[in-house]
Nanobody
Framework: QLQLEESGGGLVQPGGSLRLSCLVS????????MAWSRQAPEDKREIIAS???????MYADSVTGRFTISRDNMKNTLYLQMNSLRREDTGVYFC??????WGQGTQVTISS
C-alpha cells in the first residue's frame, strides 16, 4: 500500500521561503507522475506543480517562477521549493500521485 507523508509547512512572512517534502513509501517516487496540490481556505484544491517519471515539470501560472518541484529518488521524496511567498499562497498543501493516492496535507500560512 502506498503512503505519502508531507512535512515542512509552517508560518512564514510574505517574501519568505519554505521547502515542502513528501516521503513516499510502498513504491518508488519516480514510478508515478507526482504533483503538489493546494487548497486555500474555503476554496477547492488545485494542482500547482507536477513532475513526470521522466522529469518533465509543469506549473500553475500562479506559482511559475517562484516554486520548483523536484524529487530525490534515493530518498524516495518529492519536494516543493517555494520562494517569494505571498499571502495568497496560504493553504493546505498535499502531494498526490496520478493514480489517486494523496497525503494528509501540511499547512502553509503566509502572514506578517
Amino acid at each position: 500500500q502506498l503512503q505519502l507523508e508531507e512535512s515542512g509547512g509552517g508560518l512564514v512572512q510574505p517574501g519568505g521561503s519554505l521547502r515542502l517534502s513528501c516521503l513516499v513509501s510502498g513504491n518508488n517516487v519516480n514510478a508515478f507522475t507526482m504533483a503538489w496540490s493546494r487548497q486555500a481556505p474555503e476554496d477547492k484544491r488545485e494542482i500547482i506543480a507536477s513532475i513526470t517519471p521522466g522529469g518533465g515539470t509543469m506549473y500553475a501560472d500562479s506559482v511559475t517562477g517562484r516554486f520548483t518541484i523536484s524529487r530525490d529518488n534515493m530518498k524516495n521524496t518529492l519536494y516543493l521549493q517555494m520562494n517569494s511567498l505571498r499571502r495568497e499562497d496560504t493553504g493546505v498543501y498535499f502531494c498526490k500521485t496520478n493514480t489517486g493516492w494523496w497525503g494528509q496535507g501540511t499547512q502553509v500560512t503566509i502572514s506578517s
